[in-house]
């Protein structure tokens, strides 16, 4: 939802939802987005 130049609403943002993501991926040390965990498996494997 668009709100002005700027600024926008997210439930998400709202609920709590992103930051909860983001400790458990600082946690884990396993990104939960997929480009996220190809990345990681990437550099693992020695491709990047």
Known sequence: ????P????SWKRA?????AKRK????????LTRNGRRAKLG????MK
Request: hydrophobic share 45%; no cysteine.
């Open 15 to 19: 609920l709590g939802v992103t930051s």
């Open 43 to 46: 550099k693992f494997l020695g």
């Open 1 to 4: 939802m668009k709100l002005g």
């Open 24 to 31: 458990i991926s600082r946690a884990t040390g396993i990104p």
């Open 6 to 9: 700027g600024l926008t609403f």
